[in-house]
């Protein structure tokens, strides 16, 4: 739980909040009068007799949002760093801060009757002593001990103890034990001690107690109960009621703040999820027998068909754009040059961050030429709790608590700084910086909702080499790679992978960028991207374009039926020729005859065997930088025999040689993928774009 988010929250997130919680304390008691006249004959012989209490704890049921249970679904959902996502777990996290400020004042009335007072006012004594008292003192000797690493099993058994002692004073107190388990939850610190305690009581906490006690309720349920009366479908209109109210609060609240009403709906349906304390507020009222088994089926029910219908609604509603809308501004060819360039950056390590903000200083980047970067910090999920702690872990700004951080929080730290620190340099370039914690195989999801949600023109990934202390590339993760390949099959924006070689240490006072054009979309783009950055001071841009002819200009029709493929290839062939002359020749006129910084040269290419000699001639100007574009839709039989003896098919065949270790280079690669042509294809066969009758492209 983090303080901060609840302290500095805005006021959609309160609101909505606020709103998902007076909605259900007001049709609460209203719902529960219904239930007692619907039920069997109408005249609540069946159901409790006390009804005041009843009235209290159905009402809390209603108000409550499971936050863990949430953050959890967003995560499978890989909704968890788009807006939705925020949206909803940050007032998710307040939501279940007033229920649980609502159930220390309210359940001891349930409980103890007219000493409920008492209770009450002795739990939150208990409480500021806690915060105030305890956690400056248990805080100075838990970081001491982190510090050392003096942690065993023996000295960790005493932590344990403080949560029982905590849990037996407030039930003694009369509230519940579950209070002062949260509240000694709340007063330990994070980072390396929360990720220790975590990793050695989840286990035992979640693969065991926890499915005991979620046993336990479903043996309590009985929902014959809900058909063995005459009034059954009247039942079942509650329950469904029951389970709407939220939802038509939050759409309620989302409407002033134009939201869109699926969107609304959506952000209803996920605050609507209930966890582990509706539950326990429901056995609380079975075990006091506050409630009836009918009234109990009736709460459970609701209870359960809230938090299952979540998962299969919101894929329904939001997987179905799992192919994202084709729109031009997701290139950097089609974005205008007064329009703000936006950037996902996405690394791994401090190390690739500095690389990729000195690429970022490359661009021409002027207040009507704007750029907003968002660096997505990628970390592999371990264990179910670390999306959570991870997500929103607090930074270590010397505050009690925050010391002693974990390696991946010191990470996060040295990569906030230096994106940071390259924000604050320039006036026209903003910087957010995220952490994306998922699972490796289907990170790249969370890659491609998060460049839709951020409108982003250009996704930038590291490569899975880094330069050695040799000056040699040498593979750091083999599932970097796997990450990138997925990102790039269907990413919803322009894909760029950068091989960086020791890139953050060069000079940009005399820079010196080549891209290599060859044809294809993929080349338009990478010349936008230099484009881009032409104009810069310091850089200097050479274009150096490959004119095919004789073997090198032949077409590939290997994957195609004789007939229908060479036709389909000739034309798509043509066509794009088409448009690299008309896009080059746009550049030559702007660019090239304007600029003396700028110097564009064409180069003939005959064979296979010309490519590589034509790259080690331009390796001995020096260059700096190369960019290249990854290549698909070029159908050439000369790059297709090429790609074969790719080591990195998603560099492409150009891209693969310049980062070769064969290739003697100390010159850094940015491979460009443009948007739009279905992405690559791993592989023998090469990526085509289909055609309609006239010969255009069909995307």
Same mark, same amino acid.
């Given at each position: 739980?983090?303080?901060?988010?609840?302290?500095?929250?805005?006021?959609?997130?309160?609101?909505?909040?606020?709103?998902?919680?007076?909605?259900?304390?007001?049709?609460?008691?209203?719902?529960?009068?219904?239930?007692?006249?619907?039920?069997?004959?109408?005249?609540?012989?069946?159901?409790?007799?006390?009804t005041m209490s009843a009235y209290v704890l159905w009402t809390l049921v209603l108000t409550v949002t499971g936050f863990p249970v949430l953050a959890h679904s967003l995560s499978e959902l890989k909704l968890l760093y788009t807006g939705?996502?925020?949206?909803?777990?940050?007032?998710?996290?307040?939501?279940?801060?007033?229920?649980?400020?609502?159930?220390?004042?309210?359940?001891?009335?349930?409980?103890?009757?007219?000493?409920?007072?008492?209770?009450?006012?002795?739990?939150?004594?208990?409480?500021?002593?806690?915060?105030?008292?305890?956690?400056?003192?248990?805080?100075?000797?838990?970081?001491?001990?982190?510090?050392?690493?003096?942690?065993?099993?023996?000295?960790?058994?005493?932590?344990?103890?403080?949560?029982?002692?905590?849990?037996?004073?407030?039930?003694?107190?009369?509230?519940?034990?579950?209070?002062?388990?949260?509240?000694?939850?709340?007063?330990?610190?994070?980072?390396?001690?929360?990720?220790?305690?975590?990793?050695?009581?989840?286990?035992?906490?979640?693969?065991?107690?926890?499915?005991?006690?979620?046993?336990?309720?479903?043996?309590?349920?009985?929902?014959?109960?809900?058909?063995?009366?005459?009034?059954?479908?009247?039942?079942?209109?509650?329950?469904?009621?029951?389970?709407?109210?939220?939802?038509?609060?939050?759409?309620?609240?989302?409407?002033?703040?134009?939201?869109?009403?699926?969107?609304?709906?959506?952000?209803?349906?996920?605050?609507?999820?209930?966890?582990?304390?509706?539950?326990?507020?429901?056995?609380?009222?079975?075990?006091?027998?506050?409630?009836?088994?009918? *009234? #109990?089926?009736?709460? *459970?029910?609701?209870?359960?068909?809230?938090?299952?219908?979540?998962?299969?609604?919101? !894929?329904?509603?939001?997987?179905?754009?799992?192919?994202?809308?084709q729109n031009k501004l997701k290139t950097i060819q089609k974005l205008r040059f007064d329009a703000e360039l936006r950037i996902l950056a996405c690394v791994h390590n401090s190390r690739q961050a500095t690389g990729i903000t000195s690429?970022?200083?490359?661009?021409?980047? *002027?207040?009507?030429?704007?750029?907003?970067?968002?660096?997505?910090?990628?970390?592999?999920?371990?264990?179910?709790?670390?999306?959570?702690?991870?997500?929103?872990?607090?930074?270590?700004?010397?505050?009690?608590?925050?010391?002693?951080?974990?390696?991946?929080?010191?990470?996060?730290?040295?990569?906030?700084?230096?994106?940071?620190?390259?924000?604050?340099? #320039?006036?026209?370039?903003?910087?957010?910086?995220?952490?994306?914690?998922?699972?490796?195989?289907?990170?790249?999801?969370?890659?491609?909702?998060?460049?839709?949600?951020?409108?982003?023109?250009? *996704?930038?990934?590291?490569?899975?080499?880094?330069?050695?202390?040799?000056?040699?590339?040498?593979?750091?993760?083999?599932?970097?790679?796997?990450?990138?390949? !997925?990102?790039?099959?269907?990413?919803?924006?322009?894909?760029?992978?950068?091989?960086?070689?020791?890139?953050?240490?060069?000079?940009?006072?005399?820079?010196?960028?080549?891209?290599?054009?060859?044809?294809?979309?993929?080349?338009?783009?990478?010349?936008?991207?230099?484009?881009?950055?032409?104009?810069?001071?310091?850089?200097?841009?050479?274009?150096? +374009?490959?004119?095919?002819?004789?073997?090198?200009?032949?077409?590939?029709? /290997?994957?195609?039926?004789?007939?229908?493929?060479?036709? /389909?290839?000739?034309?798509? !062939?043509?066509?794009?020729?088409?448009?690299?002359?008309?896009?080059?020749?746009?550049?030559?006129?702007?660019?090239?005859?304007?600029?003396?910084?700028?110097?564009?040269?064409?180069?003939?290419?005959?064979?296979?065997?010309?490519?590589?000699?034509?790259?080690?001639?331009?390796?001995?100007?020096?260059?700096?930088?190369?960019?290249?574009?990854?290549?698909?839709?070029?159908?050439? +039989?000369?790059?297709?025999?090429?790609?074969?003896?790719?080591?990195?098919?998603?560099?492409?065949?150009?891209?693969?040689?310049?980062?070769?270790? !064969?290739?003697?280079? +100390?010159?850094?690669?940015?491979?460009?993928?443009?948007?739009?042509?279905?992405?690559?294809?791993?592989?023998?066969?090469?990526?085509?774009?289909?055609?309609?009758?006239?010969?255009?492209?069909?995307?």
């Amino acid at each position: 739980m983090n303080l901060n988010v609840i302290l500095h929250v805005k006021m959609k997130n309160l609101s909505i909040a606020v709103s998902g919680i007076i909605f259900p304390l007001v049709m609460g008691p209203a719902l529960y009068t219904l239930h007692r006249n619907f039920y069997d004959m109408g005249d609540g012989s069946k159901l409790e007799k006390s009804t005041m209490s009843a009235y209290v704890l159905w009402t809390l049921v209603l108000t409550v949002t499971g936050f863990p249970v949430l953050a959890h679904s967003l995560s499978e959902l890989k909704l968890l760093y788009t807006g939705l996502g925020e949206a909803a777990l940050t007032t998710a996290m307040l939501s279940d801060t007033y229920a649980w400020v609502l159930f220390t004042l309210f359940v001891p009335f349930s409980i103890n009757g007219k000493g409920a007072i008492y209770s009450v006012v002795s739990t939150i004594i208990f409480i500021f002593i806690c915060i105030f008292v305890v956690r400056p003192i248990i805080v100075k000797v838990i970081d001491r001990k982190t510090e050392r690493d003096e942690w065993d099993n023996n000295k960790l058994l005493f932590v344990v103890m403080g949560l029982l002692i905590c849990s037996h004073i407030t039930d003694v107190l009369g509230t519940h034990a579950v209070v002062g388990a949260f509240v000694y939850g709340l007063i330990l610190p994070h980072g390396k001690f929360a990720d220790l305690v975590v990793s050695i009581s989840d286990d035992f906490a979640g693969g065991f107690l926890a499915p005991l006690f979620f046993s336990g309720t479903g043996m309590r349920l009985m929902v014959i109960t809900i058909f063995k009366q005459q009034n059954w479908p009247l039942t079942l209109m509650i329950i469904i009621v029951l389970c709407s109210i939220k939802i038509l609060s939050t759409m309620f609240a989302t409407f002033f703040f134009g939201m869109r009403s699926r969107d609304g709906f959506a952000l209803g349906l996920l605050l609507n999820t209930k966890g582990a304390i509706a539950l326990i507020m429901l056995n609380i009222a079975w075990d006091r027998s506050i409630i009836t088994v009918p *009234t #109990y089926a009736v709460l *459970t029910s609701s209870v359960l068909l809230m938090t299952i219908v979540v998962s299969p609604l919101i !894929n329904a509603i939001y997987k179905s754009r799992k192919r994202f809308e084709q729109n031009k501004l997701k290139t950097i060819q089609k974005l205008r040059f007064d329009a703000e360039l936006r950037i996902l950056a996405c690394v791994h390590n401090s190390r690739q961050a500095t690389g990729i903000t000195s690429l970022l200083e490359s661009f021409n980047v *002027t207040r009507l030429s704007p750029m907003h970067v968002f660096a997505l910090h990628l970390v592999e999920l371990v264990g179910s709790a670390a999306a959570l702690v991870a997500a929103y872990m607090e930074k270590s700004s010397g505050s009690i608590g925050t010391q002693n951080l974990t390696k991946s929080q010191e990470e996060q730290e040295n990569i906030d700084n230096t994106f940071e620190a390259f924000g604050e340099a #320039y006036d026209a370039i903003r910087v957010q910086t995220l952490n994306v914690v998922s699972a490796y195989a289907t990170i790249h999801e969370d890659i491609y909702n998060s460049a839709n949600d951020k409108r982003t023109s250009l *996704t930038i990934l590291p490569f899975h080499k880094q330069l050695s202390s040799e000056g040699v590339l040498e593979t750091i993760s083999v599932v970097y790679r796997d990450i990138n390949l !997925n990102v790039m099959q269907n990413a919803p924006c322009s894909v760029g992978i950068f091989v960086d070689r020791d890139f953050g240490s060069i000079s940009k006072m005399n820079f010196r960028i080549c891209v290599i054009f060859v044809g294809g979309p993929d080349d338009r783009e990478a010349l936008a991207v230099a484009w881009r950055m032409a104009g810069h001071p310091g850089i200097r841009l050479s274009v150096v +374009r490959m004119l095919l002819f004789d073997d090198a200009a032949k077409i590939d029709t /290997s994957d195609h039926t004789e007939a229908q493929g060479v036709l /389909s290839d000739v034309m798509n !062939n043509d066509k794009q020729k088409e448009l690299d002359d008309e896009y080059v020749y746009s550049f030559r006129l702007k660019a090239v005859n304007n600029d003396d910084s700028i110097s564009y040269s064409e180069v003939d290419v005959h064979s296979g065997e010309d490519i590589p000699t034509i790259l080690n001639e331009l390796n001995t100007f020096g260059y700096d930088l190369y960019i290249v574009g990854h290549g698909n839709c070029r159908n050439l +039989r000369v790059f297709s025999n090429l790609l074969e003896w790719c080591d990195c098919p998603e560099l492409g065949v150009i891209g693969d040689i310049l980062a070769s270790n !064969n290739f003697v280079s +100390r010159s850094s690669v940015l491979v460009v993928q443009q948007y739009g042509h279905g992405g690559m294809v791993f592989g023998k066969q090469s990526n085509h774009v289909t055609t309609n009758n006239d010969g255009f492209e069909r995307v």
